[in-house]
């Protein structure tokens, strides 16, 4: 359908908008995108006669208002001071959302929404993702331009006079990965664990009904811009069987899909855009999408790497990556670039929790599954050849014939990872980093970069390791892991605890004014409201189901080793499970933690359940297979 309209470029005139949306009568509803601390972005339909005719108040915020107390803006907007405008942003792209589902029935064509995004303010102040993000781009690239001018010659930029930077570009990019099923699809997960050890899936052909759907998104992607690098299987699935009709059944496998990088809250816009499109492009095609960062224990989650980079521009109006050294294969990176991925592993701890604030997140968070565990980088082993270790935080991607392809991916992110709030706390720790760096020669930053564990540096923490060219899974233990990069939190009030523990850090990321006390406290408080209650209401009950379900099988011919098998396994249901007058259950001790507000015995309760629950079902697993 080349006739339909797909993007209003960013910055576009209101004269220019309203001829575009006159010509285009199929797109029939406006709808303000505004992204809460949750990372859960805003739907209405607004009729287009009424943005038409009021656009002004749509630009200004008087159009259109939310009750923010039905958004995850806890503790500010509350219910009897809930009112939040809405006022559009132009800077951005807008984007058109299509409903193939429904068609117009002058045009033929499907109808439309042009999606708007916009800004949440709360008497006075915006209180959004988006603005945490913006305001924060715009305080660090003041900062660092007066750090540039004040250092024009900078170690590793000896190609530049920083003294005549004009401006700084941040970019960023997301790569989006998710498990496609055929509705009520059933499968062991042995299978599949097996089938990812065997290494069977990653870049195999798709086929069939998935790769119809997967064909359909990346090129309505295209349609929008976005310049999509690849789409292609991951490590997790099975292969698909097809049924008497040749109708592909039991399909579970999981799909990656890249894009190109872009300025960095456009790049957080885009991520929106792809989700939707996969998601309602797959189930047009009869497939149900997961972006759950683990939506089955024990196979591969799914992740989110977000690539972060920065760029001067000239007063001649050339680029220059501000992370490439002037030689490629003499440095790794500029003193600039030491000091961006300093500033993000020293300060990580308070980064971590807008990474990882779900029971759901911290569960992909695993050895074993290609997913970081701990605070520690990868350079490679020399300048000429780049690192490619997948087992590290945060890694330093190089083209050695390309400068400009310089960045720093973090691999911890995922899906449903709020990229605003992420991508403004790494530049706010970027910024941190660079303050210390741009005095340094990157011979000096290197040594301190690769500092061990109790070496005393200027910037870097004494007790820490901050960079490994090993395989961290394999060549360390759990123990030395956490000696040396420090030990990864087990659950969601560990990781948002880090909030409170490092007000140092914390100082760093609030430094833009962006990450108010008032933003960080609503963005905890909805966390572990979601952590309380998902336990409560979903985890609990699940793995009460698990015990339920771990029954004594009855047999003619029963052992010694299944009668021993039995009684560990009862033992362990009763433990987690059976209450009495004097004793109660694990899972109800962790109920009632939860519900008197003392979230660090729930944490640790949380953490023995987990343990548990696995025991369990593995005793129940030998039992069952050594029954006749």
Same mark, same amino acid.
């Given at each position: 359908?080349?006739?339909?309209?797909?993007?209003?470029?960013?910055?576009?005139?209101?004269?220019?908008?309203?001829?575009?949306?006159?010509?285009?009568?199929?797109?029939?509803?406006?709808?303000?995108?505004?992204?809460?601390?949750?990372?859960?972005?805003?739907?209405?339909?607004?009729?287009?006669?009424?943005? #038409?005719?009021?656009?002004?108040?749509?630009?200004?915020?008087?159009?259109?208002?939310?009750?923010?107390?039905?958004?995850?803006?806890?503790?500010?907007?509350?219910?009897?001071?809930?009112?939040?405008?809405?006022?559009?942003?132009?800077?951005? &792209?807008?984007?058109?959302?299509?409903?193939?589902?429904?068609?117009?029935?002058?045009?033929? #064509? =499907?109808?439309?929404?042009?999606?708007?995004?916009?800004?949440?303010? %709360?008497?006075?102040?915006?209180?959004?993702?988006?603005?945490?993000?913006?305001?924060?781009?715009?305080?660090?690239?003041?900062?660092?331009?007066?750090?540039?001018?004040?250092?024009? @010659?900078?170690?590793? #930029?000896?190609?530049?006079?920083?003294? @005549?930077?004009?401006?700084?570009?941040? /970019?960023?990019?997301?790569?989006?990965?998710?498990?496609?099923?055929? =509705?009520?699809?059933?499968?062991?997960?042995?299978?599949?664990?097996?089938?990812?050890?065997?290494?069977?899936?990653?870049?195999?052909?798709?086929?069939?009904?998935?790769?119809?759907?997967?064909?359909?998104?990346?090129?309505?992607?295209?349609?929008?811009?976005?310049?999509?690098?690849?789409?292609?299987?991951?490590?997790? *699935?099975? @292969?698909?069987?097809?049924? &008497?009709?040749?109708?592909?059944? !039991?399909?579970?496998?999981?799909?990656?899909?890249?894009?190109?990088?872009?300025?960095?809250?456009?790049?957080?816009?885009?991520?929106?855009?792809?989700?939707?499109?996969?998601?309602?492009?797959?189930?047009?095609?009869?497939?149900?999408?997961?972006?759950?960062?683990? =939506?089955?224990?024990?196979?591969?989650?799914?992740?989110?790497? /977000?690539?972060?980079?920065?760029?001067?521009?000239?007063?001649?109006?050339?680029?220059?990556?501000?992370?490439?050294?002037?030689?490629?294969?003499?440095?790794?990176?500029?003193?600039?670039?030491? *000091?961006?991925?300093?500033?993000?592993?020293?300060?990580?701890?308070?980064? &971590?929790?807008?990474?990882?604030?779900?029971?759901?997140?911290?569960?992909?968070?695993?050895?074993?599954?290609?997913?970081?565990?701990?605070?520690?980088?990868?350079?490679?082993?020399? =300048?000429?050849?780049?690192?490619?270790?997948? !087992?590290?935080?945060?890694?330093?991607?190089?083209?050695?014939?390309?400068?400009?392809?310089?960045?720093?991916? #973090?691999?911890?992110?995922?899906?449903?990872?709020? /990229?605003?709030?992420?991508?403004?706390?790494?530049? !706010?720790?970027?910024?941190?980093?660079?303050?210390?760096?741009?005095?340094?020669?990157?011979?000096?930053?290197?040594?301190?970069?690769?500092?061990?564990?109790?070496?005393? /540096?200027?910037?870097?923490?004494?007790?820490?390791?901050?960079?490994?060219?090993?395989?961290?899974?394999?060549?360390?233990?759990?123990?030395?892991?956490?000696?040396?990069?420090?030990?990864?939190?087990?659950?969601?009030?560990?990781?948002?605890?880090?909030?409170?523990? %490092?007000?140092?850090?914390?100082?760093?990321?609030?430094?833009?004014?962006?990450?108010?006390?008032?933003?960080?406290?609503?963005?905890?408080?909805?966390?572990?409201?979601?952590?309380?209650?998902?336990?409560?209401?979903?985890?609990?009950?699940?793995?009460?189901? +698990?015990?339920?379900?771990?029954?004594?099988?009855?047999?003619?011919?029963?052992?010694?080793?299944?009668?021993?098998?039995?009684? @560990? +396994?009862?033992?362990?249901?009763?433990?987690?499970?059976?209450? !009495?007058?004097?004793?109660?259950?694990?899972?109800?001790?962790?109920?009632?933690?939860?519900?008197?507000?003392?979230?660090?015995?729930?944490?640790?309760?949380?953490?023995?359940?987990?343990?548990?629950?696995?025991?369990?079902?593995?005793?129940?697993?030998?039992?069952?297979?050594?029954?006749?």
């Amino acid at each position: 359908m080349e006739e339909l309209l797909y993007v209003i470029p960013a910055n576009s005139k209101k004269e220019d908008i309203v001829a575009m949306l006159t010509a285009h009568p199929e797109i029939k509803f406006v709808s303000l995108v505004g992204i809460d601390l949750a990372g859960n972005d805003t739907d209405e339909k607004i009729p287009m006669r009424v943005f #038409l005719k009021d656009m002004e108040d749509f630009y200004s915020g008087r159009a259109v208002q939310t009750d923010g107390s039905s958004v995850v803006l806890s503790g500010i907007a509350t219910l009897n001071n809930a009112k939040v405008d809405m006022p559009i942003d132009p800077s951005t &792209n807008w984007y058109i959302d299509y409903n193939f589902e429904n068609f117009d029935e002058k045009t033929g #064509l =499907p109808i439309g929404t042009l999606r708007i995004p916009a800004f949440l303010i %709360h008497n006075g102040k915006r209180v959004d993702s988006r603005a945490v993000l913006a305001d924060t781009l715009d305080f660090v690239k003041k900062e660092l331009l007066a750090i540039m001018h004040k250092n024009p @010659k900078i170690s590793g #930029l000896e190609h530049i006079d920083c003294s @005549k930077i004009k401006d700084i570009s941040f /970019t960023a990019a997301t790569e989006l990965e998710f498990w496609v099923k055929t =509705p009520i699809s059933h499968v062991h997960i042995d299978e599949m664990f097996a089938s990812q050890v065997m290494q069977e899936q990653y870049w195999q052909r798709t086929h069939g009904v998935v790769r119809t759907a997967l064909e359909q998104s990346i090129e309505r992607l295209e349609k929008y811009g976005l310049k999509v690098e690849m789409g292609h299987k991951e490590v997790g *699935g099975i @292969k698909a069987h097809l049924d &008497n009709s040749g109708n592909m059944t !039991s399909v579970c496998e999981q799909i990656e899909v890249d894009w190109r990088f872009d300025e960095a809250l456009q790049a957080a816009d885009n991520e929106l855009l792809v989700r939707t499109i996969v998601k309602q492009t797959f189930r047009l095609n009869g497939l149900e999408v997961s972006f759950k960062a683990k =939506p089955m224990i024990g196979v591969a989650g799914n992740g989110e790497h /977000t690539h972060i980079g920065l760029a001067a521009i000239m007063e001649d109006g050339s680029f220059c990556n501000l992370f490439a050294p002037t030689e490629m294969t003499k440095d790794y990176m500029s003193a600039v670039g030491y *000091g961006a991925i300093m500033g993000l592993l020293k300060n990580y701890e308070v980064i &971590n929790p807008f990474v990882s604030a779900t029971n759901d997140s911290l569960n992909r968070l695993k050895p074993g599954f290609e997913a970081p565990v701990c605070i520690v980088t990868s350079l490679g082993h020399s =300048p000429e050849v780049p690192s490619r270790n997948r !087992s590290i935080l945060a890694g330093l991607v190089r083209d050695v014939s390309n400068p400009m392809a310089t960045r720093f991916e #973090l691999r911890a992110c995922n899906p449903y990872t709020n /990229t605003y709030l992420v991508v403004a706390a790494i530049y !706010s720790a970027v910024l941190d980093g660079v303050r210390y760096s741009v005095s340094k020669t990157t011979a000096e930053l290197l040594a301190e970069l690769s500092k061990e564990a109790g070496e005393e /540096t200027d910037y870097l923490e004494t007790d820490r390791a901050y960079r490994s060219e090993k395989d961290v899974f394999e060549d360390y233990t759990a123990d030395e892991r956490n000696h040396l990069f420090g030990a990864p939190p087990a659950t969601v009030w560990e990781n948002l605890s880090a909030l409170d523990k %490092h007000l140092e850090k914390r100082k760093t990321v609030t430094a833009a004014g962006a990450f108010t006390d008032q933003i960080i406290e609503a963005f905890k408080d909805g966390a572990l409201t979601r952590w309380k209650m998902e336990l409560i209401a979903r985890i609990i009950p699940e793995n009460r189901e +698990i015990v339920r379900a771990a029954n004594e099988v009855k047999s003619n011919f029963v052992t010694d080793q299944d009668a021993y098998n039995w009684n @560990k +396994i009862n033992e362990l249901r009763c433990y987690l499970a059976k209450d !009495s007058i004097d004793e109660k259950s694990l899972f109800t001790l962790l109920i009632n933690a939860l519900n008197e507000g003392d979230y660090e015995t729930a944490s640790s309760l949380q953490v023995e359940m987990y343990d548990k629950i696995e025991e369990l079902k593995a005793l129940y697993d030998v039992y069952v297979k050594n029954i006749i």
